[in-house]
């Protein structure tokens, strides 16, 4: 009986070693942006769209400001 309880263990250890492995592993593959990425705009999931601000620090205030907003698109042609 106790060898199936080291068994166990050691399994449980594993899947522990695992897990923390590939949550590491996942966090390094797609870190969080750095920077600000200019000229690209992602389509879709809009919640509110805001013409006339006048910088893209402006429009990331307003983002911010905004219960719902997770990232902001600053188009120049649009202002």
């Known amino acids: 009986m106790l060898g199936r309880a080291h068994y166990f263990l050691g399994m449980v250890a594993l899947s522990v070693l695992w ?7 996942m966090h390094e593959v797609n870190p969080a942006p750095k920077k600000d990425m200019n000229e690209i705009d992602f389509l879709g999931a809009d919640i509110d769209a805001q ?3 006048a910088s893209s620090s402006d429009c990331r ?8 907003c997770l990232a ?8």
């Open 19 to 25: 897990l923390g492995t590939l949550v590491w592993v």
């Open 51 to 53: 013409y006339n601000i």
């Open 72 to 79: 902001f698109t600053y188009v120049i042609s649009e202002r």
């Open 61 to 68: 205030s307003a983002c911010e400001a905004h219960p719902q």
